[in-house]
Every structure is written in C-alpha cells, then in structure tokens.
C-alpha cells in the first residue's frame, strides 16, 4: 500500500445507478485530486482540494460530483453515468508547502470503474 | 493553461539498452521534475525528481538530465530490464507549491 487507499478497486454500474469512490489518506497530506485514465490516454486532472476547500474543477460533467469531508478523505459520487467514463480513477494526495515546491504526489492503486 | 510535452509516445528497447525519455516545459517557472512508473493496474509512483539547481541526479539505473536552456529534462533508463516496462509520466510543478502538471506518458517496452 502506498499511504492512499481507494475503494472499492473494481465497481461494475448501470447507468441508472449511483455509486460513490472512496480515497482516504494517512500521510498528513492537504492537498487531494482526482483523475480519470482511459486506456491509452493520458491523465486527466478532474478535481483538486486544497485544505478541503475546491480549488480545481476541469470542465468535469455534473454526473461526477466530488466530496472532501476533511482533509484525509475524498470522495466521488457517480450518477447516471455514461460507457465512455469507463476508465481507472485515481485518488492522489500531497503536501502543500508555504515555501518552494518539492512535492511527490502519492496515488491511490485506483478505481476500475466499467458502466454497461 | 500550462503543458509538458512529453516523447515518444511509446519506445521499445532490448534488455540492457538505454531507454530515453524526453519531456520539455513551457514557460520560465522551473521548480520541480518528478518522474512517475505506472505498472499495468496500478496508480503511479514516485521514481525519480530533481529541482533546478542541479543538472543531473542519478539513482541507481535511473538518471534524470535537466537542461535549463532548452528547458528540457530526460530520464535515461541504463541497462534496461524486462521489469522496467511500464508507462513512465514526467511532471512539472510549474510554480504551483502543490499541483502537479503530467506529461502524456512513455510506454516502455523491454524486450527480454
């Protein structure tokens, strides 16, 4: 494990359905993101929290809804989904820095989210 | 809005050649270079950085170059084995002092 653990790692939905993804970190990270990798694309950058507060939102369709209850958990709420956000959803943490910018981000193992 | 290109999209070496990466940024902010390995069904990790005032860190196989001029970097893979196959990212800090921004990704075959 690398610090951050999403859940669950695969998740098969409907359209219809709603589900959410779970990303939790114990890194005393402040900083959370989520992206979307498609096969053979490369990462999209979907959302960013800083210090829980919403500081990024990619022109992400509504259907995707994140959540960041505090700084250690980050969630995705999934409605109505479409086949083509089929992908693997990434959760990344990191350190925010007062000074310089040496910051390694650590990633989740993913999501692999499948909509028929 | 800020880019790392990255290349090539995809390169095939044979076990001890050396795999070459290169990644160019785009504006005059340089602070911090990570390169991130991505194995099949994993998220990335973390493989190897370097900051400015440096122009060459090495660990182990893996070197990364930085040529501020051209305002370039490369992460030289020497001796390259079959398990260093995978998608390599290069990325940039770009002035942020926390958001990173990815290049498109190098997948890296190593044939045995």
């Known amino acids: 494990e690398t610090g951050v653990t999403q859940t669950p790692r695969h998740l098969v939905m409907g359209m219809t359905n709603k589900k959410s993804l779970k990303c939790e970190q114990h890194?005393?990270?402040?900083?959370m993101y989520w992206y979307k990798q498609s096969a053979k694309k490369p990462l999209e950058l979907m959302f960013v929290?800083?210090?829980?507060?919403?500081?990024e939102n990619n022109s992400v369709p509504s259907r995707f809804s994140p959540e960041c209850p505090n700084s250690s958990h980050l969630f995705l709420h999934l409605h109505t989904l479409q086949p083509e956000d089929s992908a693997l959803y990434l959760c990344?943490?990191?350190?925010?820095?007062?000074?310089?910018?040496?910051?390694?981000?650590?990633f989740g193992s993913g999501t692999r989210l499948t909509v028929v | 809005q800020q880019q790392v290109k990255q290349s090539p999209q995809s390169l095939i070496v044979q076990k001890g050649g050396i795999s070459i990466i290169n990644c160019a940024y785009e504006?005059?902010?340089?602070?911090?270079f990570p390169w991130y390995q991505q194995f099949p069904g994993k998220g990335p990790a973390l493989l190897i950085a370097?900051?400015?005032?440096?122009s060459e860190k090495k660990e182990g196989r893996f070197t990364i170059s930085f040529n501020k001029s051209a305002k370039q970097f490369s992460l030289h893979i020497m001796d390259s084995q079959p398990g260093d196959s995978a998608t390599y990212f290069c990325?940039?800090?770009?002035?942020?002092?926390?958001?990173?921004?990815f290049g498109k990704g190098t997948l890296l075959t190593v044939n045995p």
């Open positions: 504006n005059t902010a340089f602070d911090y």
């Open positions: 929290y800083n210090f829980k507060e919403q500081t």
């Open positions: 990344a943490s990191s350190q925010v820095l007062l000074t310089g910018s040496e910051n390694g981000y650590t």
């Open positions: 990325a940039w800090s770009g002035g942020s002092n926390y958001k990173l921004t």
């Open positions: 890194l005393g990270h402040n900083a």
């Open positions: 370097i900051r400015p005032d440096v």
